[in-house]
């Protein structure tokens, strides 16, 4: 049993001394400080009409450790036969963004018609370090965008007919309110007069 313990305890030994070994070179190597860069794409316009104004926003923020360079946002989800470019571009490049910095840009644009659209994420392409190969991210997912009519706008949004109801009940209080009072009035009067109490 001894002479067992005496050859497994050299054995043991060797595997921590050879692990230790394995570990050491990359515990003693730097971490590498590449940036990460997050880009998110929203609608900035709360109610999306046909033929009118409508505003999207790029956001570009470096989570990372280091400086990214060669940046190029490209977004091909408007095509011009639907959507009308006011402002901006649909292209936009910088050429190096900090770590725990933030670009961001606009576009304005106008759809012709109205409808339900599926837009794809927009695209943005950076080198993560200075001898790094090229990395591409996208917006965080496919999103829907519904454009409305302005018959459809109006008719949802229109407070005449609230205001109608408003406007009736007001009426109905007014003309029947004095003769409801007048009723009640004259009711307890007669049931406190003793001479109408014998008439009756």
Known sequence: ???MLRSVSPLLAAAVVLAAAAVAPAAAAPA????????S????????????NMTLSYSVY?????????????DKSFPRKRFTLLDGTFSKSWPS?????????TVDLEST????FY???????????????????TSASD?????????TFNKRTDMHVTDWIMFIGASVLTIFGPFFVYASSARILNLSDPVAKKKQ
């Open 1 to 3: 049993m001894l002479a």
């Open 32 to 39: 590498r400080e590449d940036a990460f860069l997050i880009l």
């Open 41 to 52: 794409r929203s609608v900035l316009t709360p109610n999306i009409l046909e033929n009118h």
């Open 62 to 74: 470096n989570a990372g450790a280091g400086t990214a360079t060669d940046l190029v946002l490209v």
């Open 97 to 105: 963004l900090a770590p725990g910095a933030t670009v961001s840009t």
């Open 113 to 116: 018609r109205a409808g339900t």
């Open 119 to 137: 837009t794809h994420p927009a695209e943005l392409t950076y080198k993560p370090s200075a001898d790094g190969a090229e990395t591409m991210t």
């Open 143 to 151: 999103a829907t965008i519904s454009v409305e009519d302005m018959y």
